[in-house]
């Protein structure tokens, strides 16, 4: 009998640093300073302490979405992974936001393995990072596979998927199994996954010899572990907020027992690592004055955590209506991005806002076409099938008012629809303001680019308000 505990954090996103986190209390938010490296380095150390063996694994979206994070193209997240002592990690789909050229070198900065099963680089059909390990707990050993995101070539820009090859790793898997359990004698198997939650769970459904999946990309913060085919899964919310802890007792290469921790990681509950501290400020230090800037003040609290629309996606296509004459605007349904608390508003804000910074285009479309993009759009949120749930949320807007059933069959979800409070016309032209490759991507030739980007036009919109208020009145309405 062996007792194993492993450690997961899932979908950093750069926030390296504590900062304002989302919970719910008492049916409203409440939001609480927590995360950062510093502090899950401390909570994994108390951890080891207290455990025999311990494996500390990342499960992607790692190396994006702060300013820090962008600014320097990932860099500065890479030494605070290593000194963390991971056992392992898997790429998430942010993680190619720099260039295949840099995700086919990024093996050799960190120390700890990158495993992604089904991920092959297109010149030569190899894999790009191991697609397991074998690590030995005590007389334990256990077989470690790694996936990424499967829809990187879909959802994301050309730029991320260039000479990379994707699947889901379905067909890729029982052999592999096999070969850790027959060649490789491992008594236990873990799927590192940026898969997303639901594609997970119908996965262990068909796939025999998981014991654990360790689950990132869809933000879940799973209190409850779900079994599945035998199969533990869990996952460990985002920005750095949380860590799962999941202890299993393995005998005769059966998972008998488990326990499990959704920790947050609250700022006034838990110290900071001293080292990681230090090696934080050090890092941050030509970005403090930069992205303390003074944007402007908002006096609505800005968070992304619910599906149909957010405060900070409203703020966001607001800002795009102002600047341009647009019908309607939009902005993608990201799941990043943590809280931004009423008060003043800074650089630093707006890189957690939108650290991709895409220039603002204008497009043209009737009013039927704009339809099947909303219709497909839904789809990729809510498609019945789980490998075919390819997005974030819904589509962010301004000027929309939508009413959908999630439910129903692909291309026929919406019941209504109006642009600027009109029933949409199916032959009208409608002028749409958004911004990056994300958004519309089958549309991309017909956008006009409007010279501006993404921070600039937020700037502005903050200098014409002076201090904002976001409406909160529901625009798109699940029936």
């Given at each position: 009998?062996t ?5 997961q954090?899932?979908d950093?996103?750069?926030?390296i640093e ?10 409203k938010p409440?939001?609480?300073q ?5 502090r899950?380095?401390?909570?994994v ?5 207290n ?5 500390f694994?990342?499960?992607g ?9 962008v ?10 992974m290593?000194?963390?002592?991971l ?8 993680d190619?936001?720099y260039?295949s050229d ?15 099963l ?9 894999y790009v990072f ?7 707990i005590?007389s ?9 995101s499967?829809h990187?070539q879909?959802?994301m820009?050309?730029?991320?998927s260039?000479h ?7 067909e890729e898997l ?8 027959a ?5 236990l198997i873990?799927l590192?996954s940026?898969m997303?939650?639901p ?5 262990a459904?068909?796939?025999e010899?998981?014991?654990?999946i360790?689950s990132?990309?869809s933000?879940?913060?799973l209190?409850?572990?779900i ?6 899964i869990?996952?460990?919310g985002a ?6 802890k999941?202890?299993?007792t ?7 027992n488990f ?11 838990y ?12 890092a941050?230090?030509?970005f ?7 944007i402007?003040t908002?006096?609505?609290?800005l968070?992304r ?20 004459d647009a019908?309607v605007s939009f ?11 009423p008060?003043g508003v ?11 910074n895409?220039?603002l285009?204008?497009l ?6 704009l339809l ?5 759009n839904?789809?990729q949120?809510?498609?019945?099938d789980?490998?075919q ?13 939508m009413?959908?059933k ?9 019941q ?8 949409l ?5 409608y ?6 490759e994300?958004l ?8 006009k ?12 919109y ?5 201090e904002?208020i976001?409406?909160?009145?529901p625009?798109?309405i699940?029936?």
């Amino acid at each position: 009998m062996t007792q194993l505990t492993i450690v997961q954090q899932n979908d950093t996103h750069g926030y390296i640093e504590s900062h304002a986190e989302f919970f719910w209390k008492a049916g409203k938010p409440e939001y609480r300073q927590a995360g950062g490296y510093a502090r899950i380095a401390h909570v994994v150390k108390e951890i080891k302490k207290n455990n025999r063996n311990v494996l500390f694994f990342d499960g992607g979206d790692f190396l994006h979405g702060t300013g820090p994070a962008v600014l320097t193209q990932g860099s500065s997240i890479i030494p605070l992974m290593n000194a963390m002592e991971l056992d392992a990690a898997v790429p998430g789909n942010w993680d190619f936001a720099y260039g295949s050229d840099l995700v086919l070198q990024l093996q050799e900065h960190f120390t700890f393995p990158i495993l992604a099963l089904n991920l092959k680089n297109k010149d030569n059909n190899k894999y790009v990072f191991n697609p397991y390990i074998i690590k030995e707990i005590d007389s334990l050993r256990v077989g470690i596979i790694g996936l990424t995101s499967p829809h990187v070539q879909e959802t994301m820009p050309p730029s991320f998927s260039d000479h990379l090859s994707f699947s889901l790793g379905v067909e890729e898997l029982p052999a592999v199994i096999q070969k850790l359990k027959a060649e490789e004698r491992a008594d236990l198997i873990i799927l590192v996954s940026h898969m997303g939650l639901p594609l997970d769970v119908k996965l262990a459904s068909q796939i025999e010899g998981i014991d654990i999946i360790l689950s990132g990309h869809s933000h879940d913060r799973l209190n409850r572990p779900i079994v599945q085919n035998g199969c533990v899964i869990i996952q460990s919310g985002a920005s750095a907020s949380f860590l799962g802890k999941l202890d299993v007792t393995v005998e005769e290469g059966k998972i008998t027992n488990f326990t499990h921790e959704l920790i947050p990681i609250y700022a006034d509950q838990y110290e900071e690592d001293a080292e990681i501290k230090s090696m934080i400020d050090e890092a941050l230090l030509p970005f403090r004055d930069p992205l303390s800037e003074s944007i402007g003040t908002i006096r609505t609290p800005l968070h992304r955590m619910t599906l149909q629309e957010a405060p900070m996606d409203r703020l966001i296509t607001d800002a795009y209506l102002a600047q341009t004459d647009a019908d309607v605007s939009f902005s993608h349904g990201w799941r990043y991005g943590a809280p931004v608390l009423p008060g003043g508003v800074t650089m630093n804000d707006l890189y957690n806002i939108i650290p991709t910074n895409p220039e603002l285009f204008i497009l043209e479309m009737d009013g039927a076409t704009l339809l099947s993009v909303l219709e497909r759009n839904l789809e990729q949120v809510f498609a019945s099938d789980p490998y075919q749930q390819k997005g974030g949320y819904i589509l962010r807007s301004s000027n929309l008012m939508m009413a959908y059933k999630p439910y129903n069959p692909a291309g026929h979800r919406i019941q209504h629809i109006e642009i600027k409070g009109k029933a949409l016309q199916d032959d009208r032209i409608y002028r749409v303001a958004g911004a990056g490759e994300q958004l519309f991507m089958k549309h991309a030739n017909g956008r006009k680019m409007q010279g501006v980007h993404a921070h600039e036009v937020l700037k502005s919109y903050f200098a014409s308000k002076g201090e904002i208020i976001v409406s909160d009145k529901p625009s798109i309405i699940s029936i």
